[in-house]
């Protein structure tokens, strides 16, 4: 009796199976999360709304997590298709950390903390114009923390070489970068 190629296959993805799913389910593969909607801000004419959700994620073992605000714009008006998307994405807000404040029809203002990190941040949406607003507004602490937020990343960049180094020569690999430190005087 000969198998084909099909039934080594499948016996080999069912064994794999086997071992990834009890390993996935203790090592927290599912997220455990905790969702919040704060309350909607209408747009003077009633046409738009904007409201922030919070999702805080974490992992089961690995205590790897995320907290995540979004603002997402969407059309209110029952006689017109359905339109909205996320205008804003940031990690690390509280509930309270994004103001939303229509200033006209189609201007929405969004106020956030100096030191927000945006994965997402649209100028505009279907005619809307969107601008941010620090707080506290000041220009040099966040130039400061834009700056420090790119140096972290360099170093995350300089820290994966260095490993890949180390790991193939740990006489040659040197010492591991400096970390970026953040204060009020980092330049």
Not at 43 to 49: F, T
Request: one cysteine or more; a negative charge; glycine letters at 6%.
């Amino acid at each position: 009796m000969k198998f084909s190629a099909d039934w080594w296959s499948w016996l080999r993805t069912c064994g794999l199976l086997c071992v990834a799913l009890p390993v996935c389910a203790l090592a927290g593969c599912a997220e455990d999360c905790t969702h919040s909607l704060g309350p909607a801000f209408f747009s003077p004419n009633g046409q738009w709304s904007a409201t922030s959700k919070s999702s805080l994620c974490g992992g089961k073992v690995l205590a790897l997590g995320s907290h995540r605000t979004e603002v997402v714009l969407a059309r209110s008006k029952s006689n017109y298709l359905p339109l909205s998307a996320g205008i804003l994405s940031a990690e690390g807000l509280n509930d309270g950390d994004v103001q939303i404040h229509w200033l006209s029809n189609y201007q929405l203002e969004l106020t956030v903390p100096n030191h927000t990190d945006f994965s997402a941040l649209m100028a505009s949406y279907n005619g809307i114009d969107i601008s941010v607003r620090f707080l506290p507004p000041d220009i040099d602490e966040r130039r400061r923390w834009v700056t420090f937020r790119h140096a972290q990343e360099e170093w995350n960049d300089q820290m994966v070489e260095w490993d890949r180094r180390r790991q193939g020569n740990p006489a040659t690999a040197g010492p591991p970068p400096k970390a970026p430190v953040w204060d009020q005087n980092f330049r």
